[in-house]
Nanobody
Framework: QVKLVDSGGGLVQPGGSLRLSCAAS????????MSWYRQSPGKQRELVAS?????????ADSVKGRFTISRDPAMNKNTVYLQMNSLKPEDTAVYYC???????????WGKGTLVTVSS
């Protein structure tokens, strides 16, 4: 089993920045893909960014150039961050961390952290 704890959300003004964290524990050796998703009221959950165990990254078009996903090498890559800059009101959502163990066809989710962008 893998436990994911996501944190770092809050209220920020448009144009501001936040950094989200996702700490993984348990059988983390099985995880080969870490992702951030978000869900706004009335909308489907959408992929924001992902990073593989080899460091390859992928971003939604809506966040390219503003958001950066990274893994912490000092912690055996068990912590994933999402640096969010130039935030817009439309970035307001609950952000969820997800870990995927492709070999075992398993997915693990954090409980989510709320990001509100408003003046």
């Amino acid at each position: 089993q893998v436990k994911l704890v996501d944190s770092g959300g809050g209220l920020v003004q448009p144009g501001g920045s936040l950094r989200l964290s996702c700490a993984a524990s348990g059988s983390v050796f099985s995880i080969d893909l870490m992702s951030w998703y978000r869900q706004s009221p009335g909308k489907q959950r959408e992929l924001v960014a992902s990073v593989t165990s080899s460091g390859s990254t992928n971003y939604a078009d809506s966040v390219k150039g503003r958001f950066t996903i990274s893994r912490d090498p000092a912690m055996n890559k068990n912590t994933v961050y999402l640096q969010m800059n130039s935030l817009k009101p439309e970035d307001t959502a609950v952000y969820y961390c997800k870990g995927t163990a492709t070999r075992f066809d398993m997915e693990y989710w954090g409980k989510g952290t709320l990001v509100t962008v408003s003046s």
